[in-house]
């Protein structure tokens, strides 16, 4: 059966996202703090088509994130641009230019209807205004038998882990603090919602904290 994966990089404080985040500053202030852990390695410049970087315990973690994925469900936030309707003359096209990272279909909750849009390297985003379970139903039917990767933000991933839905979790724990912002486990309850704690694995700036459901 197909798994939903879900990964995110957090705060010590418990935020995946700085404050006043904006166009010019997608991850709000701070917020690429986070990922500094990532954009050193080999594997993420490879996968973002740059030469160079290090391997480390962080490399195989990524490379396990990535194997098996067949489509991508992420929240409006996450895939950017103005709040509210689409803007028909200048239309937010994403962060990742012509040809984005994931090479397979990407699914974009909204409450607002756009229609779908392709990109250069088989990626190709769908716009769903019906809800989660309307959008893990065309992830699964388009992922072709693999895997579905929920990249966040933070209200996509409350929604899916307050529903039950997600079969594993990676949180790549961050040592700084943001103070404010997005925090990831608002309105979710006091529960992991059948999540049961897995391995960890420390690595330079980052420990990463796997949970998935039994069985």
């Not at 194997?67 to 096209?93: L, V």
């Not at 209200?155 to 079969?167: I, K, S, T």
Request: hydrophobic fraction near 40%; charge should be negative; glycine fraction near 14%.
């Amino acid at each position: 059966m197909p798994k939903l994966r879900f990964k995110i990089a957090m705060s010590l404080d418990g935020f995946v996202a700085g404050p006043d985040q904006s166009v010019q500053n997608p991850l709000g202030i701070g917020g690429t703090r986070l990922h500094e852990w990532a954009f050193q390695l080999e594997v993420f410049r490879r996968l973002h088509g740059q030469e160079g970087g290090e391997v480390n315990a962080s490399t195989a973690v990524v490379e396990e994130s990535l194997a098996n994925i067949g489509a991508t469900i992420m929240g409006r936030n996450m895939f950017g641009g103005h709040p509210g309707s689409w803007d028909a003359k200048t239309p937010w096209n994403g962060w990742w230019g012509d040809s984005p990272p994931f090479h397979h279909p990407v699914f974009i909750l909204t409450h607002h209807a756009r229609e779908p849009l392709e990109c250069e390297g088989g990626t190709r985003f769908t716009f769903v205004t019906t809800g989660i379970e309307d959008a893990l139903e065309m992830a699964k039917r388009a992922a072709g038998g693999k895997d579905i990767s929920l990249a966040g933000g933070a209200r996509a991933a409350q929604q899916h882990l307050a529903a039950g839905l997600v079969d594993e979790m990676e949180i790549s724990l961050v040592p700084t603090l943001l103070g404010s912002g997005e925090r990831l486990f608002e309105n979710v309850g006091d529960q992991l919602h059948g999540l049961e704690f897995v391995r960890t694995v420390a690595a330079p700036g980052v420990t990463h904290l796997k949970f998935a459901k039994r069985g």
